[in-house]
């Protein structure tokens, strides 16, 4: 949760430049917006900054660390057999049979709730990527918006229209 992150938090945000927690950056007239979701949660700080970021006039790639859950993403953890899907928005009805720590850990609260939907529906989203199950995935979400998810050492060049 935030107060766990937040004990490392000081030390890691003086390495880096801008706010590790969410930053934007412009780079060939596309708004790559950076939104860390480690815990699977959404703040509203984010989630207000993310709304900021899709009102200006550029096509966006969110990045973020969990991916978001879609059934398809959601099967292939499951198949994977490493355990839960560590994935974002998972409906609790797919999380019956996490153990209770994971359970609560991946709990999605309002603002989680509310950012997953947002971040669906809207249209200035042209792609999402996305890391940490340390595998290779390309799928799309809900609004047919691409999200990829890369392994620890793959390197891909992609291509978004």
Do not use: W
């Not at 390495?15 to 934007?24: A, G, L, T």
């Not at 950076?34 to 207000?48: G, P, R, T, V």
């Not at 989203?125 to 979400?141: N, R, S, Y």
């Amino acid at each position: 949760d935030a107060a766990y992150r937040n004990i490392s938090l000081p030390r890691v945000q003086r390495i880096f430049k801008n706010d590790i927690r969410c930053s934007s950056r412009i780079i060939g007239g596309v708004n790559f917006v950076a939104i860390d979701n480690s815990y699977y949660l959404f703040e509203k700080e984010q989630l207000d900054f993310l709304k900021k970021e899709t009102e200006k006039e550029y096509p966006v790639i969110l990045c973020v660390h969990v991916p978001l859950y879609t059934r398809e993403l959601y099967d292939f953890e499951l198949k994977q057999g490493d355990g839960p899907a560590y994935l974002m928005s998972v409906p609790e009805e797919l999380m019956q049979s996490y153990t209770p720590h994971r359970f609560e850990q991946q709990k999605q609260d309002e603002i989680t709730a509310e950012a997953y939907e947002f971040i669906v529906t809207c249209k200035n989203i042209k792609g999402i990527l996305a890391g940490h199950l340390h595998k290779d995935f390309e799928g799309m979400i809900h609004n047919n918006t691409p999200q990829l998810i890369t392994g620890c050492s793959t390197i891909r060049e992609v291509y978004i229209d």
